[in-house]
């Protein structure tokens, strides 16, 4: 089992950055893939950005050039810089690692971009 623990979301206004933390702890040894997904109200969860062993990195169309995915692997920790924030990326956060082709979820953290 793996055990993820998020934080660092907020209120921001438009323009502005944040970023999210997500620690993994338990059985984190054979994590292939760690990132971030988001839901909106009333719109199905979408991937955001995720990092897999070895580094590579993928992202929405719609965050490219202002997200940031990265991972601690020392640490187990994958985080999320986000920048230039618009009002269209508020959603609730979720992290996610994969184990051993399992999906584990982090609780979810809010960020709502307004003025």
């Known amino acids: 089992q793996v055990q993820l623990v998020e934080s660092g979301g907020g209120l921001v206004q438009p323009g502005g950055s944040l970023r999210l933390s997500c620690a993994a702890s338990g059985s984190t040894f054979s994590i292939s893939a760690m990132g971030w997904y988001r839901q909106a109200p009333g719109k199905q969860r979408e991937l955001v950005a995720t990092?897999?062993?070895?580094?590579?990195?993928k992202y929405a169309d719609s965050v490219k050039g202002r997200f940031t995915v990265s991972s601690d692997n020392g640490k187990n920790t994958v985080y999320l810089q986000m920048s230039s924030l618009k009002p269209e990326d508020t959603a609730v956060y979720f992290c996610y690692v994969r184990r051993l082709w399992v999906d584990y979820w982090g609780q979810g953290t809010q960020v709502t971009v307004s003025s």
């Open positions: 990092i897999i062993s070895g580094g590579s990195t």
